[in-house]
């Protein structure tokens, strides 16, 4: 499976165990599905201990890392010397189950360089987390691979949908799109599989369905994970056997479809809730992305402004910097790419069809710009590790906002920020801002 960074990068990992007299070495894989460990033959990793109960804990993957849950175990389950009811601990760690150790590993996709554009069809980015999506897509456009994206409303998943159709040798071929949010859960068999006439009441016609209208071509399956479980599993069929059937038809009918899907949805938490099939999961997310949400990538604010004017066509936007962008780094965009150029086109609107961007009157909502910091203070975390959030998300806010507005100028940033050059780069590599160089020196 191939991933980005972000939200749905870390999608598997390795439970080894350590040193155990039964079975040293032994390991598991954790994935998208919740496992058992314990000492009954029914869990997926079983324990040779008597100190491990028949079902001792259950682990399973959220966004923060692995939730380890205690099944009421007999003598415990233990992290970093203490005995935990249920936790969230980070890759790497060792768990200790009665009286066997388990190291937690992660298993990450194995990663591309970023790529050396900053754009890929109608998105725009020169951001690292751009371009490392961009390198992805530029590899998986060209096959027939399913790809599954996960992203905020707003950052533009159908954008990346289509450009992953216009890179494909099916780009002359049907792209359709499916919104399943918006479809009738008892019309969606026909609205994806088609029926002949007479099928039920009311099908005065025969239908294609989306699946033949998209054969030799891409079918968007948008907002997926509204999907009933039952129309889960009948799209899992179509997916294996490339067929579909339609209702009331007699035979199946053969179809050439490459699917793409989104959702704004973590579906690696509905798999976990069982509100969604692992095994879909895993047919869709042969390439699994996320496209990182507008707040996280501030650096590309000139870029994207730039190329909503170009779009725009009728006026030259200018110095993109001074107080309006300024202002603009200070706002959350809760509503990303779409509400920027929401914003744009409200600004043009009121300041004349040629204003430069200096010059345009903004309206931006106060309540979003104060909303991004208190948005990732979580109370369900200890004091300790909620803080740490917090301090990483301003730390990451803020850099990107002084390199920003210092022209992308690391000598005069860090001048503002009061830190050496040397420590201001650091910062930049470890939030992603831009790329760590092979040859690293200070010049």
């Known amino acids: 499976m191939a991933a980005t960074k972000g939200r ?81 601990v980070p890759p790497g760690a060792t768990v200790k189950f009665g009286g066997t150790s388990v190291r937690l590993a992660s298993a990450d996709a194995p990663s591309l360089p970023p790529s050396d554009r900053d754009h890929f069809g109608a998105m725009a980015g020169s951001s690292v987390a751009m371009r490392e999506l961009f390198a992805v897509l530029e590899m998986a456009s060209p096959t027939d691979a399913t790809v599954l994206i996960e992203g905020e409303s707003g950052t533009g998943k159908e954008l990346a949908a289509r450009a992953i159709h216009e890179a494909s040798a099916r780009k002359d071929n049907p792209f359709v799109v499916v919104d399943c949010s918006a479809i009738a859960e008892n019309l969606i068999d026909s609205h994806l599989f088609g029926h002949v ?51 009331g038809a007699d035979k199946p009918v053969a179809v050439d479809t490459r699917v793409v899907a989104a959702t704004h949805r973590d579906l690696s938490r509905m798999v976990a809730a069982k509100e969604f099939r692992f095994d879909l999961f895993y047919r869709l997310a042969v390439v699994h992305v996320a496209l990182p949400p507008l707040r996280d990538r501030l650096e590309d604010l000139p870029h994207l402004i730039a190329e909503l004017y170009r779009r725009r066509g009728s006026a030259q936007p200018g110095p993109i910097d001074g107080e309006n962008l300024e202002r603009m780094r200070r706002h959350a965009w809760p509503g990303n790419v779409r509400e920027l150029r929401n914003v744009l086109e409200r600004a043009w ?95």
Request: proline share 4%.
């Open 8 to 88: 749905t990068a870390a999608r598997s990992y390795t439970l080894q165990v350590l040193g155990q007299a039964g079975s040293p070495g032994q390991a598991v894989a954790l994935g998208a599905r919740p496992i058992t460990v314990g000492a009954h033959s029914s869990c997926e990793l079983v324990l040779v201990d008597p100190q491990v109960s028949r079902r001792h804990a259950e682990l399973a993957i959220v966004p923060e890392g692995i939730r380890i849950r205690d099944l009421g175990s007999t003598n415990g389950t233990w992290w970093q010397g203490t005995k935990i009811g249920e936790v969230v």
């Open 197 to 247: 006439r007479g099928a039920f009441t009311g099908a005065e016609r025969d239908r294609k369905g989306a699946f033949v209208e998209a054969s030799g071509g891409t079918l968007f399956l948008d907002e997926l994970g509204e999907l009933p479980l039952a129309a889960q599993a009948k799209l899992l069929r179509v997916l294996e056997a490339q067929t579909v059937q339609p209702l």
């Open 349 to 443: 609107a009121l300041s004349g069809p040629n204003a430069a961007f200096r010059d345009l009157r903004l309206w931006l909502d106060p309540q979003a710009a104060q909303g991004q910091l208190s948005e990732v203070v979580d109370t369900a975390l200890p004091f300790k590790e909620a803080k740490e959030r917090w301090n990483d998300q301003f730390e990451k806010r803020y850099v990107a906002s002084v390199f920003g507005a210092n022209g992308q100028n690391v000598t005069r940033a860090a001048e503002h920020a009061g830190l050496s050059r040397r420590h201001f780069r650091e910062l930049l590599y470890k939030h992603g801002i831009v790329e760590r160089p092979s040859d690293d020196s200070d010049e």
